[in-house]
């Protein structure tokens, strides 16, 4: 169970501490509306762009927003896949993170998710959840190589693309996060070069990603494969929120 500490943020037992969800957009945002519907959740379900710049962007935009202004969220939930750096997690597997930092090769950047929201969902969620720590990168961490050495040199268990900017960000508006991510490609799993897969905005671009996939079609196939999986199970994590 993890530790409390003093944080800005004083809890109310008595409510649900969230209201809003932010998931990156296309087939993890998919996943986690059908699975709130299912549940007919009355919390608000949010689609945002992968990257550290364009979610950056997207949530200044939505800070000015009048339905932002009118009334600031109680608490958000991240969610969405990512890539383990550890041997000791699998595809499927569902991390809850402790903190978020920023892969910078001069210095590391932290940030600390809400521990009250965290343990709520820890609960909620039961016991195939795990507690662990996050990093953030601008880029798809395509190598099993690459995993492996920034899971030891950050001691980090999942690699992301947005959760240290929206840990940035809600800092300065006092905004308490959680962040919920599941496995979608194992540590020593080699992924197409997806590089440039994603566009300025954040969006996915279709053609560009088919034809780096037909480069590798091995390793290709075996991510379909898991992030299918992952999928899935992301589906039956947001049933449970």
């Known amino acids: 169970m993890l530790s409390r500490t003093h944080s800005h943020y004083n809890p109310n037992p008595q409510n649900p501490g969230f209201d809003t969800v932010l998931v990156p957009q296309g087939m993890e945002y998919k996943a986690v509306f059908q699975g709130m519907e299912t549940n007919q959740s009355k919390l608000k379900i949010i689609a945002i762009p992968a990257g550290i710049q364009p979610l950056t962007k997207f949530l200044e935009q939505w800070q000015q927003t009048p339905d932002f202004l009118d009334k600031l969220p109680q608490g958000l939930i991240l969610m969405g896949l990512g890539g383990s750096l550890s041997q000791n997690y699998s595809v499927g597997d569902v991390i809850l993170y402790k903190k978020c930092g920023l892969m910078d090769y001069s210095q590391e950047s932290k940030g600390q998710c809400n521990q009250f929201l965290t343990e709520r969902l820890f609960k909620q969620l039961g016991n195939r959840t795990f507690i662990g720590k996050g990093i953030t990168s601008d880029r798809v961490i395509c190598s099993a190589q690459e995993k492996l050495l920034l ?66 079609p091995s390793n290709s196939i075996h991510l379909i494969r898991s992030s299918l999986k992952s999928l899935q199970v992301l589906k039956e994590v947001a049933k449970k929120i």
Not at 171 to 190: E, T
Not at 193 to 203: I, K, P, R, V
């Open 151 to 216: 899971g030891q040199k950050y001691q980090a268990d999942v690699v992301d693309m947005e959760g240290y900017a929206l840990l940035n960000w809600s800092q300065k508006l006092n905004i308490p996060v959680a962040m919920i991510r599941v496995i979608s490609d194992g540590c020593k799993q080699d992924l197409p070069d997806l590089t440039n897969a994603f566009a300025e905005n954040g969006s996915i671009q279709p053609l560009i990603l088919a034809r780096q996939m037909l480069k590798n």
